[in-house]
């Protein structure tokens, strides 16, 4: 990113508008385009506003760009796109497309992140640095030789990861499957938006868990599927509520996130399991399992899979180094059919051709290497670690103001707020206090709960972070009462 | 890919019934699917066609399998899915959706070299293994230490690859540009999928060229686009055609492939690019510039890309690293204004959650490293000297069977067929005499013309494969005259 030099001869202001002048130059604000507003571009800058003013005075003078009240400064099409030119109308192609854009809420959260990068971050659903396998990896990719030829990959995926994949499934998830079951994906968010565009149609009823990181995703929306949720409780969704929608909307697949859901961190019980399968089998429903979190299990093993239970084929299910080794990999995995397997591979060609080699090659190293095992049990130490510490600053904290179940694995925590708050006034109020969080609604809950991610604040900004949302919601409290 | 071990003590035909009955009870063929056919068994696990009927028989005989007459040998119903259970109807679903499978051509083609591996391949659009600078990569990687942090990465792609990318683009394509102004995708395929995907809706009418990479991809078709073409001669695209077009259609954007045409090989003339870029601005319409071959360019200079004369923004500019190094690194990237980057950017999240950044590191490395400009010369004489290879072998061979004219960059030789034949007839006499090519209809043109990819085979291979391809032309010729 830019910035102006503060050891130059030029003020800020000149080599602000020179800077501008030639990006709108080399086509990046073309003619008629908004400029960002004069506060963002001085945050972004690091100057005062001031300064960006008398950029924009500069340039307005040039005749480069114009202002009118309200609509903000635009590139000038006098200027830069002289008539009879004319510049595509890219704001109206921006906003063509079936694709809907993200939730606003991540779009700010992301923004904030990007503009104060020094905030504590329980928003990001990812390792911190000290829990992903950073040295591990580097060291294995010094010492093995990269020599093979690096064509197009295997349409379904890198065949030696996918060969590691069977016996680590076998072994770590109870799933008997061969490499030809098994489809490689830029994590397992690749494989949801395969299933949801290749194996489902617009006008498609589905059921998903409420609340849901498929809310998260306007994924769905853009599929133009119908939504219909199911409630989780402590034990997950009701089965039958599964056969209930059926009846009533003709679902055509669930999407079920059953160990150490997100964002509730639930897992689903053991008797549901069974009774998920008995009616996915009833009514000839595929299920998909997506399961990212099971591997970080705190004490003891995992709940196994739905898919090893399934004697039926009623189960595509989804895994994913992102959450037990680093999500900056892509690499995630799904086990289905045959005909399936080879449909979604097929389509994904046309999507990207397919995924890097590189990046699974260091997958099937790290997965067969010495370092994996090792790797997990401390991952699930210090996951647990945070987890405690979190809880603890939240009794500390807010003891009376929040409620919540401790997670027995995964990297969430989900706090309903006893007061009624309004979301996004905390959020705002909470990233002006230097902490970021994902309010409730976006998993498609009321209003009132907050997914707390303890993986990737380091353990000292934990208490910080929990005080500086303790200080927020008090605030709106206040001000709240004062109001009454 | 596991084969029946000829050493052990099980006969040939048990081990196989053994393994196929552990391959259904894994799911991999879950109950009613279809099995491949005996005679394609037999050739994946390399054994007689009789071995596999042994087999079929032996897991019929234990009601695991059905077969009727006429519709293939299927996983039985009664014995895997045990009434009243009922398997998801996955053949359904592997149907639905709206996303088209690739073309029969395309899927068999891969098929004969999956089976085959012997086959000489004039098909796959990519270098060589000794064309790829696979040793500088390997060096490259082995020097580097991989320490960063392996999160999600920036959704417009890891920051320090665009910036090399924007001196790369001003050095070698004449294209100034900002590090915010540029998308990293999983190379030029992901690009065009995020522009007909998020730019375009269904029914909107878009120009391409004729022939095009473009009607390879069902991708524009399963984007519910309206295909208009532009006839292509021996300097590419007619300017007036577009106007044409778009009074005619109201065509929202163009496709082009300006430097070394795949499939054609042909430049756009330095008059007609002037004359797109009026005709651009003067209908405010936007022109996707793929540019994948231009620095394949044989001697001298390629022309320079329309974006780097572009005044007014009309073009998106998409290049890609997968011609000119190593197609596997799946590195490509695209020019646009802001506002389309962010868009494409936040869209991309949704279907993968961004690129790895690993192969995104060794790219850059690449790029900046002492190995760049040395290997680009010595792919552009190597290049140069298979293209006389394959022309000198085709001269030979069918001196008076085919047309051409040598393209001056790129990968590909465009051949008329000078006698009529049947396009699909062709390919499976040249895959019986060990040869792929992609017949023309794949690129929308009529039949009687054949693509032959110089890049992949190796020099040795290449008169080879030709003997092989005017062998099957011969026979499909002598054939015909038979029936006469
Ligand atoms: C339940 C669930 N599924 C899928 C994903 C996507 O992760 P990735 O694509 O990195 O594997 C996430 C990430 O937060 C998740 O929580
Ligand atoms: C004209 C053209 N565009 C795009 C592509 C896609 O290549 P990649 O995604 O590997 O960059 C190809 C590959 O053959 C091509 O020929």
Redesign the interface.
Known sequence: M?KPDRQSKKTLYEQIADHLE??I???????G?LLPSERKLAEQLDVNRSTVILAFAELRSMGIIESRTGSGTRVSKSKW?AT????????R??E????L??LPFM?KI?EALTQQPSLIDFA?G??A?DL?P??E??KL??EH?????????N?QGYIPLRQDLVSFLARYRGI??????ILI???S??SL?LIT??????G?AVAIEDPSYCYS???FQ?AGLRLFRLPVDQHGVRPDDIRALYKKHRI?MVFLNPNYQNPTGTVLGAERRKQVLDV???????IVEDEPFSLTAYEGNPPPPLKSM??????LYIGSFSKIA??????GWM?A????V??LA??R???????????QQ?AAQFLKSSHFEPHLDRLRIQLQYKRDLIIEALRKELPDLVTFTAPEGGLHLWCKLVPEVHDGKLLDEAIRKGVVFVPGSVYGSDSGFVRFTYARATAEEIGLGISGFAEALRELIDERSCLD
Chains 1, 2 share one sequence.
């Open positions: 830019w030639q990006r130059s080399y086509g990046e604000f073309p003619p385009s796109g009879p030119k004319h510049t595509p109308n890219w704001r192609y921006a063509g497309g079936s694709f854009p993200n779009r992301r990001s990812e390792l640095a992903a950073v040295d990896i580097a990719m010094s030789k990269y020599t093979s030829y690096l064509g197009y990959d349409p008997r499957t061969t490499e030809s079951s994906t830029s994590g968010q690749q938006y565009q290749c194996l489902l149609s617009p498609d995703l306007p994924m853009s055509k996915a089998s009833e009514l000839a429903l595929p399934d004697t039926v084929g009623s189960v680093a999500s900056g990999l892509r690499i086990v059919p045959r005909s399936i080879e449909r097929d389509a060609q046309q999507m990207d051709f397919g995924l890097s080699v590189i990046p260091v």
